[in-house]
């Protein structure tokens, strides 16, 4: 089976372990959230991977940044949608620490590689 370029990311790989873990944590959200946080938090942990596969499919690195730099838009969008759930208590402080530490290193990962296309 082929392997396309963006598989290969370790920032994808990250991305897209994250999106299981934002999937898993929000369905112990409360039912009344399923349209709100849950759904919110869901769309960004997956834009944040698909950005980065469809930013590996564009040719000039100029627009693989722009994906680069969406997928870092929705990890921030993420971290806030993850900091609310914490002050509603809905995750544990302890699974919240985690997730953050694990968006903290992937928008490092995705700032290097935005300077790393625009410098091609």
């Known amino acids: 089976?082929?392997?396309f370029s963006f598989?290969?990311?370790i920032v994808w790989q990250k991305s897209r372990t994250l999106s299981v873990s934002i999937y898993k944590t929000t369905k112990l959200f409360p039912d009344d959230e399923r349209f709100g946080l849950t759904s919110q938090m869901r769309r960004c942990a997956i834009s944040m991977a698909s950005n980065i596969a469809e930013g590996s499919g564009r040719h000039a690195n100029k627009?693989?940044?722009r994906f680069t730099e969406i997928a870092f838009g929705s990890?921030?969008?993420l971290l806030n949608q993850l900091i609310l759930s914490n002050d509603l208590e809905y995750i544990s402080?302890?699974?919240y620490t985690q997730i953050r530490e694990n968006i903290t290193e992937i928008t490092a990962?995705?700032?290097?590689?935005?300077?790393?296309?625009?410098s091609q």
């Open 93 to 95: 402080n302890e699974n």
């Open 7 to 9: 598989e290969k990311l």
């Open 109 to 118: 990962m995705l700032d290097g590689l935005h300077k790393s296309q625009l």
């Open 63 to 65: 627009d693989k940044a």
């Open 75 to 77: 990890a921030l969008e």
């Open 1 to 3: 089976m082929k392997q």
